[in-house]
């Protein structure tokens, strides 16, 4: 099992950015990485996933918005929020599926995630 640790949460107003990101040693060889959030009273939200092929997929409520991206060398996953709405507010969470291969058929969602990051909060203000 692998520490995350996160940064770069903070309140913005509605439009601003924010860029997170999360170090861990090797994740970014993990088959599977990514962000989710969770706002009080709300289920947790799969925000962003990335492979470590550097494929990725997004929330259908902030395509075209965030971006989730890595750097191997410094083993860290990153998010940009851009274009931030107060509805973006929440804890958001790195996770990972610490394995090194995708089990066959697996879509990387972070259903199986055993790792996580202690999570780091984004307010957005109107």
């Known amino acids: 099992v692998v520490q995350l640790v996160e940064s770069g949460g903070g309140s913005v107003q509605a439009g601003g950015s924010l860029r997170l990101s999360c170090v861990g040693a090797g994740i970014t060889s993990y088959w599977c990485m990514g962000w989710f959030r969770q706002a009080p009273g709300k289920e947790r939200e799969g925000v962003a996933f990335i492979r470590s092929d550097g494929s990725t997929r997004y929330a259908d409520s902030v395509k075209d918005r965030f971006t989730i991206s890595k750097d191997n060398a410094k083993s860290t996953l990153y998010l940009q929020l851009n274009s931030l709405k107060p509805e973006d507010t929440a804890m958001y969470y790195c996770?990972?599926?610490?394995?090194?291969?995708?089990?066959?058929?697996?879509?990387?969602?972070?259903?199986?995630?055993?790792?996580w990051g202690q999570g780091t909060q984004v307010t957005v203000s109107s």
């Open positions: 996770a990972a599926d610490s394995r090194l291969y995708r089990p066959a058929g697996a879509r990387c969602d972070g259903t199986r995630a055993n790792s």
